[in-house]
Every structure is written in structure tokens, then in C-alpha cells.
């Protein structure tokens, strides 16, 4: 059974990084087709896709926030970290991550399991 | 990016009734379209992938359709635990983006 669990500091002083650590289990991250894409829920509730790392160590981010974000990932570990530099108020949200499966047989790249998601403020 | 354009923003319904989500993409997505659910103080729960596969342990009364850019979300016989925001999402191309949202309250 896949599951996902997000871990990091509830708050975050303006201009400080974010770190961000999504420990997963019931599937490794060496995979053929898998994927651990991180999205975040402002409280106004639109959600925003941030990034995404596969199995082949590929990564995509998006273009609106790239020069922010950084994503690693340690197999042996479960584990899928996000940086995020220069946080500001507007950052402030529920950050969750993802599985995602790009292979044949697979759901055609959709989020099918989900973290609980982890709430993080930024104010000083 | 692609943008993704729900109606209606909220709509009510009675239990049994059947509601009808729409989603448009402003370019052509194929089928690479998925629908989540969300509860309040919930992660959201893949519905749908690949535009019209029900995901597995979703209740058949949710189904999908559509294809290119515009995409229907169907909820039959609406029951008292489907209140709730359903989001669509493209999985086309990069960045993801998702819908504004709907949310679905039972009169």
C-alpha cells in the first residue's frame, strides 16, 4: 500500500529557504515511470503544481517559481526533499506530495496517492 | 502553460440527483485529464485519470468523458458524502495545472 507523509517547519521567516522532506513507502523511487511531484493549496484553495522528480532522477518544475525550487531524491532512504529559496508571505500554504506513475498500465501521469499535506506560514 | 477553466464555481443538488462538472483546456489535451475530490481538510483523492478510467475504489456513480479540451465530470445519484471541491487537472504538459474548482453542496 503507497503512502506519503510531508515533514518540514510550520513557519518560515520571510526571505528564509524552505525544506521540505516527503518520506514515502509501498513503492521505490527506482521504478521505471515512477514520479514524486510536489503541489501546493494557498488558503483561497487553488492548487499550484510545483515540481516533479522521476525515477531517472528527470526533473520538471514550474517555470514560475524554477529559479526557487530544487528536488532531490534518496532511494535507499524513501525520501524526496524540496527546497524552496526566498520564501514570502504569498508562499504561505498547504504543500503536498504526490505519486505518479508515467508507465504502461499506469494513470497516465495523474497524482493517485496523495500525502496529508503539511501547512506552512511564512511571516515574521 | 495551459489553462484550465471549470463551470459552474459551486453548484447544489439534492441526494440522488445527478451534477454535472465541465472543464475546458485552452489548448488540446488529449486525454491526458484527471479529476480529484476534496473534502474539507483533506488531501484530494484521484476520481478519474486518462479523461474517462475510474480510478480504483472510486464508486461507479462518478464517471468521465471527453476529450481535446473540453471534459465532463459526471456524479449520478448524488449521496450526502460527495460534498465536497472536485478539481480537474491537465497531465499533458508541463507545468501540471489544475482547475479553479467546484464545489458540490447537497441541498
Known amino acids: 500500500q503507497i ?11 520571510p526571505t528564509q529557504t524552505l525544506t521540505l522532506t516527503c518520506t514515502f513507502s509501498g ?14 493549496q494557498t488558503p483561497g484553495e487553488a492548487l499550484e503544481w510545483l515540481g ?42 498547504t504543500y503536498y506530495c504526490a505519486h505518479t506513475n508515467i508507465a504502461a498500465g499506469g494513470v497516465l501521469a495523474a497524482f493517485d496517492i496523495w500525502g496529508q499535506g503539511t501547512l506552512v506560514t511564512v511571516s515574521s | 502553460d495551459i489553462q484550465m477553466t471549470q463551470s459552474p464555481s459551486s453548484v447544489s443538488a439534492s441526494v440522488g440527483q445527478t451534477v454535472t462538472i465541465t472543464c475546458r483546456a485552452s489548448q488540446d489535451v488529449g486525454g491526458w485529464l484527471a479529476w480529484y475530490q476534496q473534502r474539507p481538510g483533506e488531501a ?9 478510467s475510474l480510478q480504483s475504489g472510486v464508486p461507479s456513480r462518478f464517471s468521465g468523458s471527453g476529450i481535446g479540451t473540453e471534459f465532463t465530470l459526471t456524479i449520478s445519484s448524488l449521496e450526502p458524502e460527495d460534498k465536497a471541491t472536485y478539481y480537474c487537472q491537465q497531465a499533458k504538459s508541463f507545468p501540471r495545472t489544475f482547475g479553479q474548482g467546484t464545489k458540490v453542496d447537497i441541498k
Open chain 1, 3 to 13: 503512502s506519503l507523509k510531508e515533514s518540514g517547519p510550520t513557519l518560515v521567516r
Open chain 1, 27 to 40: 513503492f521505490s523511487l527506482a521504478t521505471p515511470g515512477v514520479g514524486v511531484d510536489f503541489i501546493r
Open chain 1, 52 to 93: 516533479l522528480i522521476y525515477w531517472n532522477d528527470d526533473k520538471r518544475y514550474n517555470p514560475s517559481l524554477r529559479s526557487r525550487l530544487t528536488l532531490t531524491k534518496d532511494t535507499s532512504k524513501n525520501q524526496v526533499v524540496l527546497t524552496m529559496t526566498n520564501m514570502e508571505p504569498g508562499d504561505t500554504a
Open chain 2, 44 to 52: 484530494p483523492n484521484l476520481l478519474i485519470y486518462g479523461a474517462s
